[in-house]
């Protein structure tokens, strides 16, 4: 007979639990259904939601629904996103549970340089790096739409893009979020004819519910339809481009068009209390902060705590999570991004260690600045189609309307994208986010973002989510997901008061609704600097599907009201 020593019964008995574990798993999965049979789609635009469900049901999945809503955004959300800016989409393929980040971020013009927002005295010219041609780096949107409907769609771009191309010359409402916004930058759209045709039509803002039709766009995205990226990145309209930005001030060439590159990146992985996210790697900032600050928090279990000392440990990982942002991040083919250690439960563990239970600590390591605007643009929107493909996908063309210059004959503003950059070391950008040698400005760079398309696998549930918001992207996210660790679904994420730390400046801003006036005396207490806004932030979308029950369901954030979750 066979002897057995102690240590090989141990591994025997450890085999045969493992076995039966995997046994377990399986068994348990099995019994959920395998796809959820149902598609959700949640986006910031009615018109895009439904586009979305219109090329579904003609045969199309989460990627060709992905292409139609991205597109019809571009036409309806001029405010946030567009085919003059750019955007991460996050997949996830059923057949093969494949998940891979398409980056159709901006890159930088070739002739762009680290000090090129930088006035005689040193200090940053901020008007040149937000608004006008100078602040557009290459738009990536198109080129990932191609990508997307070439290697992931069912159906042709032409098909997906039909919708856009529809609204564009038919026509849309002006609904409340594009009326407040043309209000807010109607000064700086007048200062370019193009934009102001277009968005200022009788040469004033246009009343709620006048219809705004933007015909040249459309014919763009004909072009697009008809020959895919080069309709856009070479020939006429790409010289039609050039020559408008150049024109005005800009210092874009027909090389800087022809040269852009969609990447395609793997995601950041990280691991809480069962289940697995799967987020956005660099050039966003998001995954790599989400991942960290998970990390920090989970074994302390902050879903067992009270508000106050839950507040105070997710302020303390969000802190240490945008310091490294601040240090760390910046497009990997350009820095090397040391991304093992700021995701290791490691590093995290040697964070955490310095993190004390009933006190604040200071910020105190680099010059903190007090300046954060209100970031209310950007699009996110989260798909899952019948047969479980998903999509979280962040648009950008940066801040409202971008740099609101609009080239003549294209119907579309370009994104201010180059200020996501760090234009000075240290100096913050429209977000008060500072950044150093990582995220400084060279050629052909792209521009550090917070854009955090999120997914979350688990054996019962599977989730997406994300939301527009600047550097509060990461802490809203962040927050969501706790919120869905915590057992809630989309309509609870995209309700939940949000407050946010950046690191600098050293304070936490919170909505009105956040914390009690006891709660807020109790985090000072603790050290903590609290801002309560009068004003909400963010816009997220978001859908879940429980394997268990079947059921799909998708919310929309209540804080726009042109906001869409249907579940068909
Ligand atoms: O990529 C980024 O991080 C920014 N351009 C996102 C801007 C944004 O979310 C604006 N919304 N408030």
């Known amino acids: 007979m066979e002897e057995i020593s102690p240590i090989d019964g141990?591994?025997?008995?450890?085999?045969?639990?493992?076995?039966?574990?995997?046994?377990?798993?399986?068994?348990?999965?099995s019994l959920y259904a395998d796809h959820p049979g149902k598609a959700a789609i949640a986006s910031a635009h009615y018109l895009a939601t439904e586009a979305g469900h219109e090329v579904l049901a003609q045969g199309g999945n989460a990627f060709d629904a992905a292409v139609a809503v991205s597109s019809v955004l571009a036409v309806v959300e001029q405010t946030s996103s567009g085919i003059g800016g750019g955007a991460l989409w996050l997949l996830h393929r059923a057949s093969d549970n494949h998940e891979v980040m398409i980056d159709g971020r901006e890159m930088a013009p070739a002739a762009a340089h680290k000090d090129m927002y930088l006035n005689a005295d040193g200090s940053v010219n901020r008007d040149l790096a937000v608004n006008g041609p100078l602040a557009a780096a290459i738009p990536g949107e198109v080129a990932g739409l191609e990508h997307l409907a070439v290697n992931y769609g069912k159906l042709p771009l032409a098909q997906s893009l039909k919708p856009a191309i529809r609204i564009a010359r038919e026509g849309f409402p002006v609904y409340t979020k594009l009326f407040r916004m043309l209000e807010y930058k109607e000064k700086v759209i007048r200062r370019w004819p193009a934009a102001?045709?277009?968005?200022?039509?009788a040469g004033k803002v246009p009343e709620m519910g006048q219809i705004i039709s933007l015909p040249e766009l459309a014919d763009v995205l004909e072009k697009i339809a008809g020959e895919g990226r080069d309709g856009f990145y070479t020939g006429a309209v790409a010289q039609k481009l050039v020559a408008g930005v150049r024109a005005a001030g800009g210092i874009w060439s027909m090389e800087d068009l022809a040269g852009y590159v969609v990447k395609e990146r793997k995601p950041v992985r990280a691991h809480y209390a069962g289940y697995e996210l799967v987020t956005a790697p660099?050039?966003?900032?998001?995954?790599i902060a989400?991942?960290?600050m998970l990390n920090i928090l989970e074994p302390y279990h902050v879903e067992k705590l009270g508000k106050v000392q839950r507040t105070h440990l997710v302020v303390e990982a969000m802190r240490r999570a945008f310091r490294d942002r601040a240090l760390y991040l910046g497009d990997p083919d350009f820095y090397p991004v040391p991304q093992s250690m700021l995701i290791a439960p490691d590093y995290a563990a040697g964070l955490r260690a310095g993190i004390m239970f009933d006190k604040a600590t200071p910020s105190d390591m680099l010059p903190g600045r007090d300046?954060?605007?209100?970031?209310?643009?950007?699009?996110?929107?989260?798909?899952i189609d019948s047969a479980g493909n998903m999509v979280a996908a962040t648009l950008t063309v940066n801040t409202i309307f971008g740099s609101s210059f609009m080239v003549p004959g294209t119907g579309f503003v370009l994104n201010n994208e180059m200020?996501?950059?760090?234009a000075k070391p240290g100096e913050p950008n429209a977000y008060g986010l500072i950044g150093f040698t990582a995220n400084e400005i060279q050629p052909k760079k792209r521009p550090l973002s917070s854009m955090s398309p999120t997914l979350i696998l688990g054996a019962d549930k599977v989730a997406v989510l994300g939301?527009?918001?600047?550097s509060r992207i990461i802490s809203m996210v962040l927050l969501g997901v706790l919120d869905f660790m915590a057992g809630n679904g989309p309509q609870s994420w995209v309700k939940l008061p949000r407050y946010h730390h950046q690191f600098l400046p050293d304070r936490i801003s919170a909505e009105p609704d956040a914390f009690t006036a006891e709660e807020v005396l109790a985090l000072q207490a603790m050290g903590h600097s609290v801002e309560v806004r009068n004003r909400c932030w963010g816009n997220m979308h978001g859908v879940m599907w429980d394997r268990k029950t079947g059921e799909v369901t998708a919310a929309s954030d209540a804080r726009s009201d042109a906001g869409r979750a249907i579940v068909r």
Not at 18 to 28: A, G
Not at 419 to 422: E, L, Q, T
């Open 10 to 29: 141990s591994r025997r008995g450890l085999k045969t639990t493992l076995y039966l574990l995997s046994l377990f798993v399986y068994c348990t999965q």
């Open 196 to 201: 102001t045709k277009a968005f200022l039509p």
């Open 282 to 287: 660099p050039p966003s900032s998001g995954g």
């Open 290 to 292: 989400i991942a960290e």
């Open 371 to 383: 300046n954060l605007p209100d970031g209310t643009d950007t699009s996110h929107f989260s798909i």
């Open 419 to 422: 200020d996501d950059f760090s």
């Open 467 to 470: 939301t527009p918001g600047g």
